[in-house]
């Protein structure tokens, strides 16, 4: 925090003048401490407390108590240099540990989903291997579903020879059957891939 102007020209002109004037009777504390202001060499530092003193002497004096500003018209306010402490050597140990430990937890996050064993853009023996027993899976599934069908429809054709001696009712017969049991096994498997599909 400020505690002192640094004083120009102006300031050290004026104070000059005011020690010169024999009619002026500074107080002895004020007039030594402007004096030592005056013997130093630049920059010229000038205490609040000493600043304070001449403002009241300008004041007791009749003076106008702004005059005060004409005596630091070039002058500036002195701001010490902040002097920061030493870091504690372990605490900063401790805080590049947590950072490693973040980096690396992050690192760990955004890589989470990348596969390592990949060889290149087309995947691995494995994807391909997956690839082939999902479309064999496929393949499997409409055998099954055309077997299925035309056993109904035999059994349903065999069958019907019992209760229709025409070939047409027994045909027709046959079709009706095999339509239910298709229409039966095409729910399941729709069923059965909406299963898979909702799974995680």
Same mark, same amino acid.
């Given at each position: 925090?400020?505690?002192?102007?640094?004083?120009?020209?102006?300031?050290?002109?004026?104070?000059? &003048? #005011?020690?010169?004037?024999?009619?002026? $009777?500074?107080?002895?504390?004020?007039?030594? %401490? @402007? +004096? +030592?202001?005056?013997?130093?060499?630049?920059?010229? =530092? !000038?205490?609040?407390?000493?600043?304070?003193?001449?403002?009241?002497? #300008?004041?007791?004096?009749?003076?106008?108590?702004?005059? #005060?500003? %004409?005596?630091?018209?070039?002058?500036? @306010?002195?701001?010490?240099?902040?002097?920061?402490?030493?870091? /504690?050597? +372990? !605490?900063?140990?401790? @805080? %590049?540990?947590?950072? *490693?430990?973040?980096?690396?937890? +992050?690192?760990?996050?955004?890589?989470? /989903?990348? /596969?390592?064993?990949?060889?290149?853009?087309?995947?691995?023996?494995?994807?391909?291997?997956?690839?082939?027993?999902?479309?064999?899976?496929?393949?499997?599934?409409?055998? /099954?579903?055309?077997?299925?069908?035309? *056993?109904?429809?035999? $059994?349903?054709?065999? &069958?019907?020879?019992?209760?229709?001696?025409?070939?047409?009712?027994?045909? =027709?017969?046959?079709?009706?059957? *095999?339509?239910?049991?298709?229409?039966?096994?095409?729910?399941?498997?729709?069923?059965?891939?909406?299963?898979?599909? &909702? %799974?995680?």
């Amino acid at each position: 925090m400020a505690s002192s102007f640094v004083v120009g020209d102006t300031f050290r002109k004026k104070v000059t &003048g #005011l020690l010169d004037n024999t009619n002026s $009777c500074l107080p002895q504390t004020l007039r030594e %401490e @402007l +004096e +030592e202001l005056l013997e130093k060499s630049q920059p010229t =530092i !000038l205490s609040f407390s000493t600043a304070r003193k001449l403002k009241k002497y #300008l004041q007791d004096k009749g003076h106008s108590p702004g005059q #005060l500003h %004409e005596f630091l018209e070039d002058s500036f @306010l002195h701001l010490p240099q902040v002097v920061k402490p030493p870091r /504690n050597p +372990e !605490l900063v140990a401790r @805080l %590049e540990k947590i950072q *490693a430990k973040l980096a690396n937890e +992050e690192y760990n996050r955004m890589t989470r /989903n990348v /596969n390592t064993q990949e060889i290149n853009r087309n995947g691995t023996l494995a994807d391909f291997g997956r690839e082939v027993r999902s479309v064999k899976a496929a393949v499997v599934t409409v055998f /099954n579903f055309l077997v299925t069908v035309v *056993a109904a429809f035999a $059994c349903s054709y065999i &069958g019907s020879q019992y209760l229709f001696t025409e070939t047409t009712a027994r045909v =027709i017969s046959a079709v009706i059957a *095999a339509s239910v049991v298709g229409l039966a096994e095409l729910y399941v498997l729709v069923r059965t891939m909406e299963g898979e599909l &909702g %799974e995680p």
